[in-house]
Each structure stands twice: as structure tokens, then as C-alpha cells.
């Protein structure tokens, strides 16, 4: 019988594999980058609810105080209509006659990207609040996040030369996510994915140190001044069982498919309207569309969707099978059509609002469907198609739920999701107009 030799040597006789080891950043240097961190974070919750609190006034100028003005029904088919396309000709004329073109094409960017020159930014925002107040399908954090990190960006250069470019940008990035989500843990969550692990570099948590920071700084400003919440008050699932697990695998994969859907259809969409050549005749048809798509899905198939979800959990068995796969189709047309004519704005938040909608179609269509498990559920499966990020996916599927009892079924649903999505197409385009896999 051969000695006992070290379970580490190879069988070829090579020297054993030299564990890989992550140097420590100093503390010093950490506590360093703790003020800069906070500031950024500060400032990026600021530009958020200033834009945030801007398009909500004007959204009631627009979508109340003026039809009622004018003795028209507030969400009727022409108000809809008038009001989108009014939206996509006022956008046009920024995209078109504002410096910079309100940034560069909405489909192909993401959450992040190069800095954006300062003169950018102003048209960026402008665009984008004309968007969330005229009741486009498109969120906020996109725009935000981009203006964010061109800020950061400049002022940082300015204040501290010396200092690398893209720690500004992981600061404005981690403070923009912990500002919209009222949380630091989604955006350790989103850098965390970005970071990889080569020998050499600092450790994990080193890097994720001062955005965090940043991120904590600013979910704690939107925390203090405006109280943002995503409690859906859906029922509680205190023990789930073998049905509830299949329940979550099937809702999360059949959704996966729903946004993968959308992604296959965006490219051609994008494409179609870019043929127009014009951002005064891109936009305004797009707002055409959207006013009629609105008219056809109802008022809560308009504006970004977070707050339409929680009116569509408030009353469960309201809305019937068809109302809420009619929803769950016209949502995801319009955040399509949103994304793809030129309207700037996120597609996180309208993409909830698809998954929760389809989920609650399931059950209607199965009353054994927990509606916590289906809006859960379905929220995580479209939003893997539509972000192909795993851990904001699974975090906001879970805030939703707001269930411990949820966390494991919904890490199990993730996983045939997740095979259904990777590989395949995003709801993102490259420069060429082609989509990213």
C-alpha cells in the first residue's frame, strides 16, 4: 500500500495549486473613502426625489387638474391618447433640439455605462420626467442613474483628481440603487455580480466597502424624506408545501418565457422605428401607440408600475383571467414600444408590474396558486428575461412577498427560470441594433 501523501498533489506529479489569497485593504484606507461615499450617496437620493417629487406634480397637473379643467374624463380613451402623444412630441422636441439629445439610445443602454458629459444630463432628466408625468411605461432609474454617475463623475475628478474614475461611478451606481429601492442591499447585491475575483485584488467586501457606503447613505435619504414602501399587503404564506414549490417553478418559468417574448420581439420594434429617423416622428408615433395601448389595457397599464401594482394586489379576485392577461400582455407591448421609439427611462419597474400582473393571472386561472407565490413568482421570472440579473430578480420577488418563507421557494423557482433565460436574448441592444445575449 503506497504512503499517505498530501491530498493536494495532483496525480501528474505538478506542484499543488497555490490557494488564491485576497490582500486586506487597510482600514485607514477604507475610512477614507467613507465621507466621498456618503456624499455621493446623499446627492444621488436628492436628483432622485427632485425628480421623482417634479413628475409626480406634474403628473397631477396633467392626468387631473387639467381634464378636469377642460370637463374630460381624467383615464378616458381620448384623454389617454391625446396625452401620450403630447408626451412623445414634447420628448421628441428634446431628444431632437436640447444639447446632447437627452443621452444616447434608450435601448442600448443599462443600468450604468460610461459617464455622460454634464451638458447631457439636463435634456436626460427633462426627457425622462416628461416621460414618468405623461404616463409612459418606463421607470425612473435608468436616466437617474446615468445623470448620477455623470455628476459623481465630474464633481469627483474635480475634488479629488488623484482618485480613479470608476470608483466615482460604483459610488453614483450603489447610491442611485440604494436611493430607489429605499435599501443598501440591492445594490451590494447588483456590484457584487460586477466584481470579479482575480488574484491580486482586494477582497470582496474591500470593494463593496464604500459603495455601500454610498448606497446606505442614500436609501436612508429616500428613506427619511419620502417613506417609500413595497409591501403589496399580500397574504402571508406562513409554511409552504410541495405544491406551493411546484407552483413558484411553474408561475417563474412560464413568466421567464413571457419576458423572453419581449425580448425577441424588441429588436425588431427598435428597428421598425429607427427607420423613422426622427425623434419628432419616433416619439410622437410611440405616444400615439402608447395612448392607444393604454386605452385598449386601462389606466393601470400607463406611467412606471410600481404604484399601479399595488392597486392590482389591493383587491384580489377583482379583476378576472382575461383582465389580467389583457394587462399583462398590453404592459409589456407598451414598455416594448417605450423602450424602443426613444422614451428615456428604466424598464425595471414596468417589468414588475408585468410579472405581477401574470402572476395574478395564474391564479386566477388556478385558485390553488397562492397570489403571493404568483405575483412573487412571476415578478422573478420576467424580470431574469428582461434584466438577466439574477440577485436584483430575486431580491425584489422577494421584497414583494415580504415572507421569510418565501426565500427558499423563490431561490428554487430562480433555477429553472434560469435556464429558460441564459443564452438568450435581452431586453438590451447593442450599438448595431442587434440584442445582447
Given at each position: 500500500?503506497?504512503?499517505d501523501?498530501?491530498?493536494?498533489?495532483?496525480?501528474?506529479g505538478?506542484?499543488?495549486?497555490?490557494?488564491v489569497?485576497?490582500?486586506?485593504?487597510p482600514?485607514r484606507?477604507?475610512?477614507?473613502l467613507?465621507l466621498p461615499?456618503?456624499l455621493?450617496?446623499?446627492?444621488?437620493?436628492?436628483?432622485?426625489?427632485?425628480v421623482?417629487?417634479l413628475?409626480e406634480?406634474?403628473?397631477?397637473?396633467?392626468?387631473?387638474?387639467?381634464?378636469d379643467?377642460?370637463?374630460?374624463?381624467?383615464?378616458?380613451?381620448?384623454?389617454?391618447?391625446?396625452?401620450?402623444?403630447?408626451?412623445?412630441?414634447?420628448?421628441?422636441l428634446?431628444v431632437?433640439?436640447?444639447y446632447?439629445?437627452a443621452?444616447?439610445?434608450?435601448?442600448?443602454t443599462?443600468?450604468?455605462?460610461?459617464?455622460?458629459s454634464?451638458?447631457?444630463?439636463?435634456g436626460?432628466?427633462i426627457?425622462?420626467t416628461?416621460?414618468?408625468?405623461?404616463?409612459?411605461s418606463?421607470?425612473?432609474?435608468?436616466?437617474?442613474?446615468?445623470?448620477?454617475i455623470g455628476?459623481?463623475?465630474?464633481?469627483?475628478?474635480?475634488?479629488?483628481?488623484?482618485?480613479?474614475?470608476?470608483?466615482?461611478v460604483?459610488?453614483?451606481s450603489?447610491?442611485?440603487?440604494?436611493?430607489?429601492?429605499?435599501?443598501?442591499v440591492?445594490?451590494?447585491?447588483?456590484?457584487?455580480?460586477a466584481?470579479?475575483?482575480?488574484?491580486?485584488e482586494?477582497?470582496?467586501w474591500?470593494?463593496?466597502?464604500?459603495?455601500?457606503?454610498?448606497?446606505?447613505?442614500?436609501a436612508?435619504?429616500?428613506?427619511?424624506?419620502?417613506h417609500?414602501?413595497?409591501?403589496m399587503d399580500?397574504?402571508?404564506?406562513?409554511?409552504?408545501?410541495?405544491?406551493?414549490?411546484?407552483?413558484?417553478m411553474?408561475v417563474?418559468?412560464?413568466?421567464?418565457?413571457?419576458?423572453?417574448?419581449g425580448?425577441?420581439a424588441?429588436?425588431?420594434?427598435?428597428t421598425?422605428?429607427?427607420?423613422?429617423?426622427?425623434?419628432?416622428?419616433?416619439?410622437?408615433l410611440?405616444?400615439?401607440?402608447?395612448?392607444?395601448l393604454?386605452?385598449?389595457?386601462?389606466p393601470?397599464?400607463?406611467?412606471?408600475?410600481?404604484?399601479?401594482v399595488k392597486?392590482?394586489?389591493s383587491d384580489?379576485?377583482?379583476w378576472?383571467?382575461?383582465?389580467?392577461a389583457?394587462?399583462?400582455?398590453?404592459k409589456?407591448?407598451?414598455?416594448?414600444?417605450?423602450?424602443?421609439?426613444?422614451?428615456r427611462?428604466?424598464?425595471?419597474?414596468?417589468?414588475?408590474?408585468?410579472?405581477?400582473?401574470f402572476?395574478?393571472?395564474?391564479?386566477?386561472?388556478v385558485?390553488?396558486?397562492?397570489?403571493?407565490?404568483?405575483?412573487?413568482?412571476?415578478v422573478?421570472?420576467?424580470?431574469?428575461?428582461?434584466?438577466?440579473?439574477g440577485w436584483?430578480?430575486?431580491?425584489t420577488a422577494?421584497?414583494?412577498?415580504?415572507s421569510?418563507?418565501?426565500?427558499?421557494?423563490?431561490?428554487?423557482a430562480?433555477?429553472?427560470?434560469?435556464l429558460?433565460?441564459?443564452?438568450?436574448?435581452?431586453l438590451e441592444?447593442?450599438?448595431?441594433?442587434?440584442?445582447?445575449h
Open positions: 500500500m503506497a504512503p501523501t498530501p491530498s493536494a498533489a495532483p496525480a501528474d505538478a506542484a499543488p495549486a497555490e490557494p489569497v485576497h490582500p486586506a485593504t482600514a484606507t477604507l475610512l477614507r467613507t461615499a456618503i455621493v450617496g446623499v446627492m444621488t437620493s436628492l436628483l432622485f426625489l427632485a421623482e417629487g413628475a406634480n406634474l403628473e397631477n397637473v396633467l392626468w387631473e387638474t387639467l381634464p379643467a377642460l370637463g374630460i374624463g381624467r383615464y378616458s380613451s381620448l384623454w389617454m391618447i391625446s396625452m401620450l402623444t403630447a408626451t412623445g412630441i414634447a420628448v421628441g428634446v431632437w433640439k436640447v446632447g439629445h443621452g444616447p439610445d434608450p435601448a442600448t443599462g443600468l450604468g455605462g460610461p459617464p455622460l454634464p451638458g447631457v444630463i439636463p436626460l432628466l426627457a425622462s416628461l416621460a414618468l408625468a405623461g404616463g409612459v418606463l421607470g425612473p432609474e435608468f436616466p437617474i442613474i446615468a445623470a448620477n455628476l459623481a463623475h465630474w464633481l469627483g475628478r474635480r475634488a479629488a483628481p488623484g482618485a480613479p474614475a470608476a470608483l466615482w460604483s459610488l453614483a450603489a447610491g442611485t440603487i440604494g436611493a430607489l429601492f429605499g435599501t443598501p440591492a445594490a451590494a447585491l447588483v456590484i457584487s455580480e466584481l470579479t475575483h482575480s488574484p491580486g482586494a477582497s470582496l474591500d470593494r463593496l466597502f464604500a459603495p455601500l457606503a454610498a448606497a446606505g447613505a442614500g436612508m435619504t429616500t428613506t427619511l424624506l419620502a417609500p414602501t413595497f409591501d399580500l397574504p402571508v404564506l406562513t409554511h409552504p408545501g410541495w405544491g406551493d414549490l411546484l407552483a413558484a411553474t417563474a418559468t412560464l413568466a421567464a418565457l413571457v419576458g423572453l417574448l425580448c425577441y424588441f429588436p425588431s420594434i427598435h421598425g422605428f429607427q427607420r423613422l429617423r426622427h425623434p419628432m416622428l419616433m416619439l410622437p410611440g405616444g400615439l401607440l402608447l395612448g392607444l393604454g386605452a385598449l389595457g386601462g393601470l397599464t400607463l406611467f412606471k408600475g410600481l404604484e399601479q392597486e392590482l394586489t384580489i379576485g377583482a378576472s383571467a382575461g383582465d389580467l389583457k394587462m399583462t400582455a398590453v409589456l407591448v407598451a414598455l416594448l414600444v417605450a423602450a424602443a421609439c426613444g422614451f427611462g428604466g424598464r425595471i419597474f414596468p417589468a414588475v408590474f408585468v410579472g405581477a400582473a402572476g395574478l393571472f395564474a391564479h386566477a386561472v385558485p390553488e396558486v397562492d397570489p403571493s407565490i404568483g405575483v412573487a413568482a412571476g422573478l421570472g420576467v424580470l431574469l428575461a428582461t434584466t438577466r440579473q436584483v430578480s430575486l431580491f422577494a421584497v414583494l412577498a415580504a421569510p418563507a418565501m426565500l427558499a421557494l423563490l431561490c428554487l430562480s433555477l429553472p427560470a434560469w429558460v433565460v441564459t443564452g438568450r436574448p435581452q441592444l447593442d450599438a448595431s441594433g442587434h440584442a445582447l
